[in-house]
T-cell receptor
Framework: EAQVTQNPRYLITVTGKKLTVTCSQNMNHEYMSWYRQDPGLGLRQIYYSMNVEVTDKGDVPEGYKVSRKEKRNFPLILESPSPNQTSLYFC??????????????FGDGTRLSIL | GNSVTQMEGPVTLSEEAFLTINCTYTATGYPSLFWYVQYPGEGLQLLLKATKADDKGSNKGFEATYRKETTSFHLEKGSVQVSDSAVYFCALLDDYKLSFGAGTTVTVRA
């Protein structure tokens, strides 16, 4: 089954304690992306990756890091989480090419609470 | 930069009512337009898309037409069901970057 898998689904942690949210896709997609969803703001892109070892900032990258060492995995790293990073996070992937209009496949989300 | 504006919710309807969710956009290029749906506790799923002006996307009874002259992509359904209760997001894709609207919560009552 084609899917995007995020872990953990829920996490409560404290300010400053490094955490990683993993994302894995089994569709051999080149393009992967992270979003955060906040009430009244919709989804905002944090980082995206067009292929292995190619990443770029989205709209709200501050406080986050990503890596793309393998095609299937795109972890999101919060080196020193703060309460304003409490949010619902989604990973997504899609086929990509020049001027791609391929839809993105989303994971089920990770709800982070930073105390 | 690119942006998407959706009508604010929440929207509450009775079954079999007509649903319209307005969406307008600003873009520097020639974007593709999407509607995504998010059911409670789930991630987003693509509902429909349109890739160029005057294209009509349709799926599950929902329709939206890409109107370049009015920069709009309004979502419509003629007769909603309780199972259509969800959050709906309008989005545009331009040069690999996907920009979302704030989302509209729709509740359909039996």
């Amino acid at each position: 089954e084609a899917q995007v898998t995020q872990n953990p689904r829920y996490l409560i942690t404290v300010t400053g304690k490094k955490l990683t949210v993993t994302c894995s896709q089994n569709m051999n997609h080149e393009y992967m992306s992270w979003y955060r969803q906040d009430p009244g703001l919709g989804l905002r892109q944090i980082y995206y990756s067009m292929n292995v070892e190619v990443t770029d900032k989205g709209d709200v990258p501050e406080g986050y890091k990503v890596s793309r060492k393998e095609k299937r995995n795109f972890p999101l790293i919060l080196e020193s989480p703060s309460p304003n990073q409490t949010s619902l996070y989604f990973c997504a992937s899609s086929l990509a090419g020049p001027y791609s209009n391929q839809p993105q496949h989303f994971g089920d989300g990770t709800r982070l609470s930073i105390l | 930069g690119n942006s998407v504006t959706q009508m604010e919710g929440p929207v509450t309807l009775s079954e079999e009512a007509f649903l319209t969710i307005n969406c307008t956009y600003t873009a520097t290029g020639y974007p593709s337009l999407f509607w995504y749906v998010q059911y409670p506790g789930e991630g987003l799923q693509l509902l429909l898309k349109a890739t160029k002006a005057d294209d009509k996307g349709s799926n599950k009874g929902f329709e939206a037409t890409y109107r370049k002259e009015t920069t709009s992509f309004h979502l419509e359904k003629g007769s909603v069901q309780v199972s259509d209760s969800a959050v709906y997001f309008c989005a545009l894709l331009d040069d690999y970057k996907l920009s979302f609207g704030a989302g509209t919560t729709v509740t359909v009552r039996a």
